[in-house]
Structure formats: C-alpha cells, structure tokens
C-alpha cells in the first residue's frame, strides 16, 4: 500500500474486489451454459425415445417380420411354384433374402448394447457408419424383396386362390390370441 496515496501497488497484482468481478464472470458464463440445458434436454428425451423405438422395432417387429416370412411366406412359395426354373429362382431369392436376414440380425446384435444404453439415458457410444450400414443394407434387402420376390410369389399363390388363403389363414393364425380354456 502506498502511504502517500493510501492506493494499493499495482505490482501487488489484483485485490479483494477484483476477485468478485472475475467470480460474477465466471458464474455468468456459467449461467449461459445452462441457458443452453433445456433444448438439450429436449434432445436427450428424443434420443432415449428413438432407442427404446428402435429396439422394440428390431427386437419385435422385424424378428416377427423375418419368421413370418421365412416359416410362412417363404415356404408358400416354393411350395407353390413350378418345377423348374420358376422353383430354382424362387429357391435362389429365399436363399439370398434368407443369408440377408442373417446378416440383418448380426449387424442388430452387434448394435444393440449401444441402443440400450442410450435407451436407459447412459453414455452410448453408437457409431454413425454402423447404424448408417445396418439401414443401407435392409434398405437394399426390402427393395429386392419388393422389386423381385413379393410380385413373384403374388403371382405364384396368385394362380390358385386356395394358395393364397392358405398363406393368409397360416399369418391370421400366427397373430390370434390363443383363448382361455374353460373348464
């Protein structure tokens, strides 16, 4: 402290008062983070709620999906096609579309502790190339069953009504809740 002015040295560096300037600095740019919370938040909630989607859609629906069609469609099918080339290219797509969903349900299985995580609010470390990966390649598997197989086997069933009912009264069964015994 200098005697004659009664000032603090500036050599001394800052002093009491400046320590509470730099404390509202840094509670301000504390209180500007936390601005940013609420959509963050809104994104989290969405993350955890395209996981918990996600694995009823891949844990369910396309498990279900996938046995409907190789248990009933797939079957139908060959069943029902014409000796010959008509039966060996229908056997060749069941073949492939088959090893597809395979692949399908390795890629799921490989994901799938990740998606969970995120379900559950966790720190996932879900990489983009793979989810990328496993959408491209179901991507590539429904369009050659909608391009090549599915008009196929409606023509093949196509051909004698009772085929066709048959495959829709095996799916209808599939899906009807058993009833309760009575006694």
């Given at each position: 402290m200098n005697a004659a002015t009664g000032?603090?040295?500036?050599?001394?560096?800052?002093?009491?008062?400046?320590?509470?300037?730099d404390c509202h600095a840094g509670i301000?740019?504390?209180?500007?983070?936390?601005?940013?919370?609420?959509?963050?938040?809104?994104?989290?909630?969405?993350?955890?709620s395209i996981a918990r989607r996600t694995l009823?859609?891949?844990?369910?629906?396309?498990?279900?999906h996938h046995?409907?069609?190789?248990?009933?469609?797939?079957?139908?099918v060959l069943r029902s096609?014409?000796?010959?080339?008509?039966?060996e290219r229908v056997q060749a797509l069941v073949r492939q579309l088959t090893d597809e969903h395979r692949?399908?349900?390795?890629?799921?299985?490989?994901?799938?502790?990740?998606?969970?995580?995120?379900?559950?609010g966790k720190a996932s470390q879900l990489r983009e190339d793979a989810v990328k990966l496993l959408a491209e390649v179901y991507g590539m598997h429904a369009e050659l069953e909608e391009r090549d197989?599915?008009?196929?086997?409606?023509?093949?069933?196509?051909?004698?009504?009772?085929?066709?009912?048959?495959?829709?009264?095996?799916?209808h069964m599939r899906h009807a809740a058993v009833p309760a015994a009575h006694i």
């Open positions: 000032s603090a040295d500036a050599a001394q560096g800052p002093g009491p008062i400046e320590g509470f300037s301000l740019s504390g209180l500007r983070d936390f601005a940013e919370l609420p959509p963050l938040q809104d994104a989290a909630q969405r993350a955890r009823a859609l891949l844990d369910h629906a396309v498990q279900v046995a409907e069609e190789e248990q009933e469609l797939f079957t139908a096609a014409r000796p010959g080339a008509e039966h692949e399908i349900e390795a890629l799921w299985r490989k994901l799938r502790p990740e998606v969970s995580h995120a379900a559950a197989f599915l008009p196929l086997a409606r023509d093949i069933l196509g051909r004698n009504g009772n085929h066709m009912a048959a495959l829709g009264m095996s799916l």
